[in-house]
């Protein structure tokens, strides 16, 4: 009877092993053809960027601080910088007032441009000139509270409706503003204080609203960047312009490297878990993998659900089952039991004139 109950076990945790190996192997390779394959009108390239800035657990902040909160960097892109006390409205320069994040991603590709070309000191000078006049267009548009007609227009949602209307730059500015305070209390306060995600569907409809007003907004920042370059590449002579355009700024690295790992990691761990290579060593690797994702989107109940989650989970959800299963997994000699593991211990065992333990 015991003997049978062992053999049982055995084949269990060798099939979880392969259960949980296939899971990774085939999320890996199915992150890797996306890569390879590029974007198309079917699937885009796998990146963690859109997870991650949705995190909303323990560890969302730490990644989000790391990758570039999309959020943190509008609004460092849309806050002038106040008068100095004692300062004349009359004399205000407002090119002196440009938006800290704006004005370091500004100087940066006129670092660049000046390299690029080699500019002399006179053109350097225009350059300089030019700078300071779309800065000052830039933060005159910023600080803009008048309503005309080509005032653009957004969507304002009410309890009895959604209403459309004009609102000066300033206006929508202020109303991003709130509406990431609004956001802000709701994964804090609220939820929280009940137990469980009673915002829901007002949650969901916030961050949309908020991503509307943002990339409206950054849109039309773009527009005042493309009218500095413009203007800037006027300084140029024709032999400059030969040199072609300056080299686009490299993507976040970190956001690169965390794709990469996870890509070739999952990929890597799946294989190994399949063929019970180096097994416990993969076992601990995987779990570790499982409880940052679910430090990340915790089922803590007083948080919103993860994006495409199944079910309904209170504390426990999929990858803590999966993370606990590996840690059990590697506890054990699965990898000796069926896997390459086995082979290798007798091979050593064997170059080293020992008898090969009967538990394998």
Same mark, same amino acid.
């Given at each position: 009877m015991y003997r049978s109950t062992a053999i049982s076990t055995v084949i269990f945790l060798i099939l979880l092993r392969l259960a949980i190996g296939w899971h990774f192997l085939f999320e890996g390779v199915n992150k890797l053809q996306t890569t390879f394959a590029g974007e198309t009108t079917t699937s885009r390239p796998f990146s963690s960027g859109g997870f991650f800035r949705e995190a909303n657990g323990p560890l969302g902040p730490v990644f989000r601080s790391a990758i570039g909160d999309p959020d943190r960097e509008a609004v460092s892109l849309l806050t002038v910088q106040p008068r100095q006390e004692g300062d004349d409205p009359a004399g205000d320069k407002p090119q002196a007032r440009m938006p800290r994040g704006l004005n370091q991603q500004w100087m940066s590709w006129v670092e660049a441009f000046e390299k690029h070309?080699?500019?002399?000191?006179?053109?350097?000078n225009e350059v300089t000139v030019k700078f300071q006049q779309q800065a000052a267009r830039v933060v005159t548009w910023l600080e803009d509270e008048t309503v005309g007609p080509t005032t653009k227009e957004i969507k304002k949602s009410y309890p009895t409706g959604d209403v459309t209307l004009k609102l000066s730059t300033a206006e929508r500015i202020r109303e991003y503003r709130a509406?990431?305070?609004e956001i802000r209390d709701m994964l804090a306060g609220k939820n929280w204080a009940f137990g469980k995600d009673v915002s829901g569907a007002n949650l969901r409809k916030a961050k949309a609203e908020a991503a509307e007003l943002r990339t409206g907004l950054l849109k039309d920042i773009d527009?005042?960047?493309?009218?500095?370059?413009?203007?800037?590449?006027?300084v140029l002579t024709p032999e400059?312009?030969?040199m072609g355009p300056v080299s686009a700024p490299e993507p976040i $690295? !970190?956001?690169y490297w965390i794709d990469l790992v996870t890509r070739y990691g999952l990929t890597a761990m799946g294989l190994c878990l399949m063929v019970g290579f180096l097994? $416990? !060593?993969n076992c601990w690797l995987a779990a570790g993998f499982l409880l940052t994702t679910y430090l990340c989107t915790p089922a803590f109940p007083w948080l919103p659900a993860a994006p495409q989650s199944e079910g309904n989970y209170v504390f426990v959800n999929k990858n803590l089952i999966e993370m606990l299963a590996l840690c059990v997994l590697a506890t054990t000699h699965s990898g000796r039991w069926f896997g390459l593991d086995g082979?290798?211990?007798?091979t050593w065992n064997l170059l080293a004139g020992k008898r090969p333990a009967a538990n394998g």
């Open positions: 070309y080699g500019l002399d000191a006179k053109q350097r509406k990431l305070d527009q005042y960047t493309t009218d500095l370059k413009t203007s800037v590449e006027t400059q312009k030969e $690295r !970190t956001l097994t $416990r !060593t082979l290798i211990s007798a």
